[in-house]
């Protein structure tokens, strides 16, 4: 015999220690039907999960088996999460149970498959009847726990945002199974008592599945549908999907996200409004001066037109009035000219007149009259 | 004298087609002259009253 024997227990000792730090069998998830199902006085629950060729011993503690929502009974089919761990006493081994599910995460995602295809049919996901959050909101509601993570991250990115929105929080449960009435019931509340709140953000931080199922809720999800105000949906992380993300107007991956879609950034829309304030000046400045410009341009034509027309008038009336001091008598009579009239008109050839003609000689200060000896 | 300068300006037309007509009598012909040259002064009395009012504006602009 070349090695020491060891005693029972230091053998059960090392299996435990064994089993113990082993990352499989710490947190392992199994599917079986129970078996030999016992409800011990002291509040423990010992049974059997079983397939076709095997079985293995679980024990469910007092203070989870209280929180059983249905009798569990042999013959169940479940879905057991835990961890193996040794019995040393009596060298047997069997899963220390944590949670414990109706065949199971299966069923819940049935139910989840039904819900999502039924609402999905009935319209409520439709993209028409998704409406759009406001651009400026006055205030919006946030309907999540009061003591939740997902609360602290929402004000914490309100409050670098935008100081101008103002909140209005609806504490809801959001965990176990009043949590999905309780949200419900805020819902239409809201909808139909509270007339300013411009847009709604209902959630939660992340959690096991199990603690996201309240959005998993059909009278929920017609809550949702039905209210007036845009609702954001910001459950869990951005892996979780719930059917509370499929009928809001917007799912959010996180509560963060849903802040940042809510409220816009106060410092970002003043840099817009800067650069829009940048851009009428540039753009009034520019307008102003082409219109100086044009309006130069113009002037001088109409100045050049004006004295166009002025220049042009006064050659008219200086030809006119050279017409018209060339035709004055007067002016050729005063330089020696006279004119002879013959009963009263003058007489511009010699051929008007015959000898013994009787004629008028006009000068430019009086008149002779005279006789034609000859022609 | 009133009226515009194109009412004037027609008027001294008519005169000056009058005046060079040979057929009318010589105190008609001298009292077109006279009377044309009233025409005249008031035309040129618009014209120069324009000029002024360009110079005005132009000291404005």
Do not use: W
């Amino acid at each position: 015999m070349a090695i020491k024997p060891v005693t029972v227990s230091q053998l059960n000792e090392y299996i435990s220690r064994v089993l113990g730090t082993d990352p499989l069998l710490s947190f392992v998830t199994v599917r079986g039907e129970i078996e030999g199902i016992k409800y011990h006085a002291s509040g423990h629950v010992y049974f059997s999960i079983a397939d076709e060729a095997s079985r293995i011993n679980c024990f469910l503690p007092r203070e989870k088996a209280a929180g059983l929502k249905t009798l569990l009974e042999n013959g169940d089919s479940v879905v057991i999460t835990g961890g193996v761990s040794v019995y040393k006493k009596t060298g047997s081994y069997s899963i220390y149970v944590r949670e414990i599910e109706p065949e199971g995460a299966g069923a819940a995602a049935t139910a989840f498959d039904e819900l999502k295809a039924k609402l999905e049919k009935e319209g409520l996901f439709s993209r028409a009847h998704k409406k759009n959050l406001p651009e400026f909101p006055h205030k919006i509601g946030l309907v999540t726990s009061d003591t939740g993570a997902a609360l602290r991250d929402m004000l914490s990115i309100l409050d670098s945002r935008n100081r101008l929105v103002d909140i209005v929080l609806f504490p809801v449960l959001v965990q176990g199974d009043s949590a999905a009435a309780d949200i419900t019931r805020t819902i239409n509340y809201i909808d139909e008592n509270v007339d300013d709140i411009d847009v709604l953000i209902v959630g939660r931080g992340g959690g096991a599945p199990g603690d996201l199922a309240c959005f998993n809720d059909e009278a929920l999800a017609r809550a949702i549908y039905k209210c007036r105000i845009p609702v954001i949906s910001a459950v869990g992380h951005e892996i979780d999907f719930t059917i509370a993300d499929f009928v809001a107007d917007v799912r959010a991956e996180t509560p963060t996200a849903a802040a940042q879609l809510a409220a816009p950034d106060t410092a970002e829309i003043m840099n817009r409004l800067k650069a829009v304030i940048e851009g009428l000046k540039a753009h009034a400045s520019n307008r102003l001066m082409y219109e100086t410009l044009r309006c130069d341009n113009l002037i001088m034509e109409l100045k050049s037109s004006a004295l166009k027309r002025i220049d042009d008038a006064e050659k008219a009336l200086s030809s006119m009035g050279t017409v018209l001091s060339e035709n004055n008598p007067k002016k050729i009579l005063k330089s020696g000219y006279s004119i002879v009239t013959k009963d009263g008109k003058a007489v511009s050839s010699s051929s008007e007149l015959s000898e013994g003609d009787r004629v008028e000689i006009l000068f430019g200060d009086g008149r002779a009259k005279a006789e034609i000896t000859g022609v | 004298m009133s009226g515009t300068f194109e009412e004037n300006m027609e008027k001294l037309k008519e005169l000056s087609e009058k005046i060079k007509d040979r057929d009318i009598g010589i105190e008609e012909a001298v009292s077109c002259y006279e009377e044309g040259m009233k025409y005249y002064r008031s035309c040129e009395e618009i014209l120069k009253n324009a000029k002024q009012k360009m110079e005005k504006f132009e000291g404005e602009v």
